[in-house]
């Protein structure tokens, strides 16, 4: 923990996961003096456990698609230029695993501009009988970036903390956490216990696991299937990985049944093809954070007591408009990203640089103020 450099930082992140060490590392490039703060260490939550694909969202025309497409080319863009060393490229074959899927995979393949092919019969000979009547679509390029190791890269020059944040002050224009004291803070804290009232922002944390091993199976590919299956930038190692426990909270005394959750991907990625020889070489396990609406939030964060007092009738219904609402000062939450962390990292970074730095407005559809209306409706 450095010593020498208490006061003051341009910006205090609190949260050392994708969101936050891409936001760190974007605004510190940025020329910004920037404090870095997680409880448990560089990508120990949710980010630690990512098979961190940078893949495409198989989802219908509209807003989310848009956004998610325009993410997916500016990550593969950042993570091949400024960390090629943790980023390996790879075709990308996505199998639709349920009829909705592939009702929504068919639509997606008639109207992507990204670049797509038939399988060839080599890569045909290695898939299951199940796989291979499915479904799907065969990107030409796919990434997949080292989780950890990218998110480390990222911070190497950035001042970190490992402290618990309990509490945010805002005093005399400059937020102080602990003895730290900057004049912007970021919040990038994923699926944990929020540190202000606000209730009003929906999230959602999604248990996942992702098992690290050698087998002597050649994966020429990065497949997404019931789970995804893929080689790493490690020599040798494929990431067998999926968000699929719903109903599991690391915030209660139940531990994590890992033998079983091992158990569950294994079984899922023999759908796909078979792998000989296992070895399961380490377990990563953490939540993510989705909204509501699936899309991820980036914005100031509404005081809903003040904006109450001030708009009492909002509690009736009664439309305010977002820039008369009451916002904690120059505070930026970053959060939302579902199963698409790494992939929206980099694109909300550069959003977020662009705010702070540059004064430039952040799309309000990614506001987290747009879930405060229907909340404030239902405190009468
Ligand atoms: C198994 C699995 C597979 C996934 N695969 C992919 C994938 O292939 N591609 C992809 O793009 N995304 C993937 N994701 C999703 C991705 O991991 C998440 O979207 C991403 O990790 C969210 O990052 P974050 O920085 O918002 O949150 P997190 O990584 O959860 O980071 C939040 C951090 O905040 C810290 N923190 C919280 N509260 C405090 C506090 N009070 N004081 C100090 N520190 C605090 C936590 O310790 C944590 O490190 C996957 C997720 C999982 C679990």
């Excluded at 900057?182 to 009232?197: N, V």
């Excluded at 190692?237 to 719903?246: E, L, P, Q």
């Excluded at 705010?355 to 103020?369: H, K, N, T, W, Y």
Aim: glycine share 8%.
């Amino acid at each position: 923990m450095p010593t020498s450099k208490i006061l003051p930082y341009d910006v205090i992140i609190v949260g050392a996961g994708i969101n936050g060490c891409c936001s760190a590392y974007t605004l510190a490039q940025a020329g910004l003096n920037v404090a870095l703060i997680d409880q448990d260490g560089i990508a120990a939550g949710g980010s630690g456990a990512a098979g961190a694909f940078i893949s495409p969202k198989i989802s219908k025309a509209g807003e989310l698609k848009e956004i998610m497409s325009q993410a997916h080319a500016e990550a593969l863009e950042f993570y091949t230029t400024h960390f090629p060393q943790f980023t390996l490229t790879k075709p990308l074959l996505h199998i639709a695993n349920s009829p909705q899927e592939a009702d929504k995979l068919e639509h997606f393949k008639r109207e992507t501009t990204l670049q797509h092919s038939k399988i060839d019969d080599e890569l045909k000979s290695l898939l299951t009988s199940e796989a291979s009547v499915d479904s799907y679509i065969y990107f030409t390029e796919g990434a997949v970036v080292d989780a950890q190791g990218v998110c480390e890269a990222m911070v190497q020059e950035i001042d970190f903390y490992p402290l618990k944040v309990e509490k945010l002050i805002h005093s005399d224009g400059v937020w102080q956490v602990g003895e730290l004291r900057a004049k912007h803070i970021i919040l990038s804290i994923g699926a944990y216990p929020k540190l202000l009232p606000i209730d009003y922002v929906g999230l959602r944390g999604i248990w996942g696991h992702r098992i690290d091993i050698i087998t002597s199976t050649h994966i020429p590919c990065i497949l997404h299937h019931h789970v995804s299956i893929s080689p790493t930038s490690k020599e040798g190692i494929v990431a067998i990985g999926a968000t699929h426990d719903v109903h599991y909270s690391p915030f209660t005394d139940e531990p994590y049944d890992r033998e079983q959750g091992r158990v569950q991907l294994l079984e899922k990625a023999s759908k796909t093809l078979k792998l000989n020889n296992i070895n399961i070489i380490n377990d990563y396990t953490g939540l993510r954070s989705g909204s509501n609406d699936y899309l991820p939030m980036l914005g100031s964060l509404v005081n809903a007591e003040a904006t109450l007092l001030k708009y009492p009738h909002l509690k009736h219904g009664e439309r305010v408009d977002p820039s008369e609402y009451t916002y904690y000062p120059n505070l930026t939450m970053i959060n939302g990203s579902g199963g698409y962390g790494f992939v929206l990292a980099p694109y909300l970074a550069k959003r977020l640089k662009e705010f702070i730095v540059e004064g430039r407005a952040i799309d309000p559809i990614l506001s987290p103020s747009r879930f405060f209306p229907r909340w404030a409706k239902r405190q009468s």
